[in-house]
């Protein structure tokens, strides 16, 4: 299928649904609840991901049927429970050590009502936290004002990958210190 807006009427048609894709990609992650529309017909896209996103998500499905979901989850708590350990653990307050930076996770501890994503919190400008992550091949997710979500996936995360991003977030912390100055 395929759809057409003349770019005459590209400001005065609007879309009777709206939806996630319809919102311009360089503000949708804000969350003020104020829709900014992709001019022209790409405003009219819904919720629904472009096909060939579709396609590659179809070949990716396939791996699902070699694990359970109950196995998946088994691993999602407990790589996600090595995470906040090992952040907790490196990164909390530490009276003797003031000058130490502290990571805040603001995501509930209790494994029910979580998911394996953890939200990170910083004394630094989160901008300047999450391009050091993406500088060092960190996929993560910034939810503004201050937070990074990070989620280790069970179906392709290792606890090695755990134990690797946490030497990754020293050293972007120390270049966000440095940043912030």
């Known amino acids: 299928a395929g759809a057409f807006i003349h770019e005459k009427h590209s400001q005065t048609i609007k879309p009777a649904l709206t939806g996630w894709w319809g919102h311009e990609a360089e503000t949708r992650f804000q969350m003020?609840?104020?829709?900014k529309l992709i001019p022209g017909v790409n405003g009219f896209r819904l919720s629904n991901p472009p096909i060939l996103l579709v396609c590659s998500l179809h070949a990716s499905l396939e791996v699902f049927g070699q694990t359970t979901m109950k196995a998946l989850r088994k691993k999602s708590v407990l790589l996600t429970g090595y995470l906040e350990h090992l952040i907790k653990h490196y990164f909390s307050e530490d009276k003797g050590n003031p000058q130490e930076t502290v990571v805040k996770i603001i995501t509930p501890s209790h494994i029910e009502e979580r998911g394996c994503q953890l939200t990170l919190v910083?004394?630094?400008p989160i901008k300047v936290v999450f391009t050091e992550l993406e500088k060092r091949g960190v996929v993560c997710d910034m939810r503004e004002p201050d937070g990074i979500r990070v989620a280790p996936t069970?179906?392709?995360n290792s606890f090695h990958d755990v134990f690797r991003f946490i030497d990754i977030l020293g050293a972007t912390l120390i270049a966000a210190k440095q940043t912030s100055r």
Request: hydrophobic fraction near 40%; aromatic fraction near 30%.
């Open 154 to 156: 069970p179906l392709y």
């Open 32 to 35: 003020d609840n104020k829709l």
């Open 122 to 124: 910083f004394p630094f």
